[in-house]
């Protein structure tokens, strides 16, 4: 009997939040799955059906070439005609200093440019070059935000990561879509997720943030989606048809 090739998926910040859903759910789906996150998760262990169905990697996306040479490295090591399909999933993020960018710290703007856009793009290029050539279905799904897309004081780090993250995504897939077996790409933004930046952005100082009856009013209204649920919704953007036909997208389009 032929066994059957499996799917091989590369997900960042998998050990919390919606990261930690999506993880979840992967596995259930029988992925094989290389989590890689600062910390591991025994909920995500506990969610694979057999060791050798997930890798977690302890790994600072702040080291952006570590990361992206540790993933290389290891792509190159793989057989293409083991796996149906290959997927990275770009999720980590940091949680936002909620101020004016005069109050940010030099070391504060960088971390948050080099996790939030420096270390997606170091390791989708590492994906990109380990695979280059693998003819099955290759994909980059970016987790991108609605703050991506507008401004926002007192959240200019996280604004232009996102920014840059859907400007990025929209460049290489140009470049993918001239190749014979490219690459599809997608910058999601994922709505409203209860999450621990939701805790942070309605907890900020409104002295210093202008916007934050807002996102208490997501709270309070019971607007926020569960990470269960938004991993529901993403994996779903990714598992259609057309992904990639659209490089910058939003759970809630039609």
Not at 237 to 253: H, Y
Request: include cysteine; aromatic fraction near 4%.
């Amino acid at each position: 009997m032929t066994n059957m090739k499996q799917s091989l998926t590369i997900l960042t910040g998998g050990s919390r939040g919606m990261g930690l859903a999506m993880g979840q759910q992967l596995l259930a789906d029988g992925h094989v799955l290389v989590s890689i996150a600062r910390k591991t998760s025994d909920a995500l262990a506990q969610a694979a059906s057999a060791p050798e169905q997930l890798l977690q990697w302890q790994q600072d996306l702040a080291d952006t070439g570590a990361s992206a040479h540790r993933l290389r490295t290891f792509l190159c090591s793989l057989q293409p005609e083991d796996w149906a399909s290959i997927t990275l999933i770009n999720n980590a993020g940091v949680i936002p200093e909620i101020a004016p960018i005069s109050e940010v710290s030099a070391d504060g703007i960088a971390n948050a440019m080099r996790v939030g856009l420096e270390a997606p793009m170091a390791l989708t290029g590492a994906f990109l070059a380990a695979t280059d050539g693998w003819t099955m279905p290759r994909k980059v799904l970016n987790i991108s935000s609605g703050l991506g897309r507008k401004a926002m004081a007192s959240q200019a780090s996280y604004c232009a990561a996102k920014a840059g993250m859907d400007l990025f995504t929209r460049c290489v897939a140009l470049e993918e879509a001239g190749k014979p077996h490219g690459a599809k790409l997608c910058s999601l933004a994922p709505g409203v997720i209860d999450t621990d930046m939701q805790v942070h952005l309605r907890s900020a100082n409104p002295a210093g943030f202008p916007d934050i009856g807002n996102f208490q009013a997501l709270h309070s209204g019971g607007r926020l989606t569960s990470p269960a649920d938004a991993a529901r919704r993403v994996l779903a953007w990714l598992n259609r048809s057309d992904f990639g036909e659209n490089p910058v997208a939003d759970v809630r389009d039609n």
